[in-house]
């Protein structure tokens, strides 16, 4: 998955330390020929098909791989038996992801996480996200994340088994860039409109997810004064 092309701008100097950027993975022709063996009739049958899953590689590779090389998104979720996917209106401090729609993201790992994540018994707010940045020669990063979730629920461990279901991307629309210093920001979130029905769907457990142990706490109220601000352009709240 790795390419050539790509720099890595340090995120020591770009991005606060707390971002995590996604492992170097080169993998081998025999995996790449693995994951198409699996991915190929998957697109052809269309049928919300539960991927056999037996490989070595982990789970958030072919995850990635599959929406590389395939016009795949993701949605990741506890529940196990979504048929269709239904417009909804979220609660969310930003203007893209406050529509209603079905959302997805392009990313494997970030799709994960919203189906360790739960909050089914845990009513706690998360907060997310996967970039990349983009210079101005059109040079791309690898994906950065950050994770986090309500910090009096962390050591509570709230995971669970869930869900990644692999989506057609024909009616997403990909959420605009936003600039950053010299930098544009590509964020791995998408939105339909329309339903959407699952082309296939993959178990993951916690264990799967390679960020596990730097899912952060955060705290709400600091969380919507963040939101507040940049939604209205009030002052940035002081660091506490």
């Given at each position: 998955m790795s390419d050539p092309k790509q720099t890595s701008p340090d995120p020591q100097q770009i991005l606060p330390d707390y971002w995590l950027m996604r492992p170097q993975v080169n993998l081998d022709a025999a995996t790449?020929?693995?994951?198409?063996r699996l991915l190929k009739p998957l697109m052809v049958a269309n049928a919300n098909t539960l991927v056999d899953y037996r490989l070595e590689a982990p789970r958030w590779q072919?995850?990635?791989y599959a929406t590389e090389k395939y016009p795949i998104t993701l949605h990741g979720s506890g529940n196990a038996q979504i048929a269709i996917f239904e417009p909804r209106q979220p609660v969310d401090l930003g203007t893209f992801g406050n529509q209603k729609a079905v959302?997805?993201?392009?990313?494997?790992?970030?799709?994960?996480?919203?189906?360790?994540?739960?909050?089914?018994?845990?009513?706690?707010?998360?907060?997310?996200?996967?970039?990349?940045?983009?210079?101005a020669s059109g040079q791309s990063s690898p994906p950065f994340y950050v994770f986090s979730v309500s910090k009096q629920f962390l050591s509570q461990q709230p995971?669970?088994?869930?869900?990644?279901?692999?989506?057609?991307?024909?009616?997403?629309?990909?959420?605009?860039?936003?600039?950053?210093?010299?930098?544009?920001?590509?964020?791995?979130?998408?939105?339909?409109?329309?339903?959407?029905?699952?082309?296939a769907r993959l178990e993951v457990a916690p264990q799967d997810f390679p960020f596990l142990a730097q899912i952060r706490p955060h705290d709400d109220d600091r969380i919507r004064e963040y939101g507040q601000a940049m939604q209205t352009g009030a002052p940035w709240p002081d660091e506490k």
């Open positions: 790449r020929h693995a994951f198409d072919f995850l990635c959302y997805a993201t392009e990313d494997g790992i970030l799709a994960m996480f919203f189906a360790i994540v739960d909050r089914d018994r845990y009513p706690m707010w998360v907060n997310n996200a996967c970039v990349r940045l983009v210079d995971w669970r088994k869930g869900t990644v279901y692999l989506l057609p991307k024909d009616t997403f629309r990909q959420q605009p860039p936003m600039s950053f210093g010299a930098y544009q920001v590509l964020i791995a979130q998408s939105a339909s409109p329309e339903p959407v029905r699952p082309i």
